[in-house]
């Protein structure tokens, strides 16, 4: 099936607000085996949307639009997609009485425009907005299908997912299969090497197909598979993920949605452990993001950005001896580091990182790129060495996602 | 002038990345007084690019293309529009020196598919890439502009601005006109706001034009204006930046380009003062704003993230009694702190901030979003207390940004 995606508004075409939504809707359409012809953004004019759906119409089998659903005098979207059609708007009266509760709950005052809100086009299938005002629709012009849904990405996504994807596999036959999804989450390789570690796997005859989606410093692997019943489905599933996993089980930290810091926010109050953080080069990027996590406060005792050598001697107890004779950037620092973090703190863990981001403070020895981290608990204190070589602020990112990757490890092993 | 924009490659129409050139490109063009009729993304398809590019001109005067010409066998951008047109290709001698040039000087192994990116349309004028192999190119067929530029955003970028703007300026009437613009960036009032407090200034009279964009948590105005001559050209602008100022002058914190957080670098490296942070809903990333600023270490010389009352109380040396009766959110806790960090580092100031990012831990009396942000020096120490309501990590950023604009603030008027 050949699907377009038309965005909406004239904060598009202006470069006031880059398309949140294209994207996003172009993953899910090709996670379900489809593909897209085009993606096409056009700004809040009755004329032009007219003339681009007719476009896009004209290669595909079925467009998703988003955007111009608002109550107020520029979101015409509704009454451009019912013109091209040559039908009259209507009014729904559940929408409508929907929309008025909402407005009664928040106490908001009602103007008469809101009720737009609750037009669509005669014949069109209402589409529910279980996050705001703006309801969807769609439509089934000569064959097509037209869906129409909220430009806020907020709202785009609940309602692409809830609303048009399943109206979608049911209108074309390989929507009659089951499909099965996940995501599995990998950190140290790059999408090269995740290539190379896969090369061996046949997913075609495992029945599953395999999508690659970087995001900076991670790899996310996404597979697919659709069959007649949801248990095969995720049966067959289930198979490709083993084979994926005895290839790269050391850099896959997670199965499905979350991100790193969640994980390992996860598994630190699972097993009850508290954690001091001292970073140098991260400069507070590692305790930013485990607090990002709600419920933080109960294993993030506290954190030190250690940036002078004095905070590292005052704070940490790290000798000036060390300092003089390895360095601040050095795998004694970043012990001394973890474990004067964890006894300041008296917490369970202590994680450090001490490196050098760049642009400049790099030599031939330690050039920009060059980190240490550690990880000290009662007992012992591990370190690992990398040498990355990326500008300051990925540099940042990448030592702070090796950093939690190495909580990561320690809170898995230590389940075994 | 009408304007198209095609944006090319398969991982945009299978969402495997989003388009970070689209809006950019929309942006600029806007700036220039110019409109964009349509953006369009398409895969790397012979056919489809020919199809797509017929439409977008069909339309518009000119179309600029980003994508699909690396050396790879997927990248036949400039393939399909010499053949949209007839055209056979050519090599030219320059650009294929010049990249066989950055393959000696990297060391990098000549591969022939190389030898593509020094391929053109006939008739087409080269742009070229100061900081990448693939160059672009321009082509004026049936009285149309055609650009061809590649999808790496920096170097889009550079090329837009220094090779495809130029030459659309020349072709078109108003391109005689020089423009000069300014950004100037806000934080503190709603973009409603913003609207309002600048509605009474007559732009069009002041001959300039003005555009919004809100980046979260700051609102930044880009003001332009086109004139026979620089000098008048930037006589305008400077008129309107005065009234601007005149109305905004207390959220105003940079005119130009800079981030929050360099410009108080910045400040802070010019007064020669040291500063400790104590930081703790914002858990460290006032500390990794500032740290993304090269240079940092030059005056941060500390950060505490004191995530509980224990931390508070060791670290910073808030009494537990003042915990006791205001609570760990309060300004004599805020206070305290700033004035503890400030202490403990020696430093010349301690920022510090208190409050309930959520989604938990507020209560009527201080809901989520509740924050206060204190700076201490060797005499005084101020606060302020705001009551935003965003979620999680949207309340972490905007806390930063009013603790980062307190120092802003403080740094500006110690100049007066």
Not at 247 to 268: P, S
Request: with cysteine; charged share 25%; net charge neutral.
């Amino acid at each position: 099936m050949k699907i377009g995606i038309l965005t909406i508004g004239n904060e598009l075409i202006s470069g006031r607000t880059a398309d949140a939504n294209a994207s996003f809707i172009a993953r899910e359409v090709n996670q379900e085996g489809w593909s897209v012809e085009a993606i096409l953004s056009v700004g809040d004019d009755f004329a032009k949307i007219k003339d681009r759906l007719n476009y896009l119409l004209s290669m595909t089998d079925a467009v998703i639009c988003t955007g111009g659903l608002g109550p107020t005098a520029d979101d015409i979207t509704s009454a451009a997609i019912a013109a091209a059609f040559g039908l009259p708007l209507y009014t729904d009266e559940n929408v409508l009485s929907y929309i008025k509760e909402i407005f009664a709950k928040y106490n908001l005052r009602w103007i008469e425009n809101n009720a737009k809100q609750a037009m669509f086009p005669q014949g069109a299938r209402v589409i529910a907005n279980p996050v705001g005002t703006a309801a969807g629709f769609f439509l089934k012009p000569e064959g097509k299908l037209i869906f129409v849904i909220p430009g806020v990405p907020g709202e785009a996504r609940r309602m692409l997912t809830e609303g048009v994807l399943p109206v979608l596999r049911e209108h074309f036959p390989q929507g009659q299969l089951h499909v099965a999804k996940q995501t599995i989450k990998t950190f140290g390789l790059s999408e090269a090497a995740v290539d190379d570690a896969l090369k061996n796997i046949d997913f075609n005859s495992l029945g599953v197909s395999v999508g690659f989606y970087p995001v900076f410093p991670e790899n996310h692997l996404v597979i697919i598979s659709r069959e007649k019943t949801p248990a095969e489905a995720r049966d067959k599933l289930k198979k490709a993920q083993d084979e994926i996993t005895a290839r790269l089980k050391r850099n896959i930290f997670h199965y499905g949605d979350k991100m790193l810091e969640e994980v390992v926010a996860g598994n630190l109050l699972e097993k009850k452990l508290t954690l001091a953080v001292a970073e140098s080069c991260t400069g507070g990027l590692i305790a930013s993001r485990l607090t990002d996590v709600p419920g933080s406060s109960d294993f993030l005792e506290r954190g030190f950005v250690t940036y002078s050598n004095k905070a590292k001697m005052e704070l940490l107890g790290v000798p000036a001896a060390i300092l003089e004779k390895h360095g601040a950037v050095s795998e004694e620092t970043a012990r001394l580091m973890a474990e004067g973090a964890r006894q300041n703190a008296q917490t369970d863990l202590g994680l450090a990182s001490t490196g050098i981001a760049g642009p400049t403070g790099g030599s031939q020895e330690k050039p920009v790129g060059t980190v240490y981290l550690a990880l000290a608990d009662a007992k012992n204190t591990i370190c690992r060495h990398f040498a990355f070589r990326w500008d300051r602020r990925r540099n940042k990112l990448v030592f702070s996602e090796a950093a939690l990757m190495l909580l990561f490890d320690y809170l898995s092993s230590a389940e075994k």
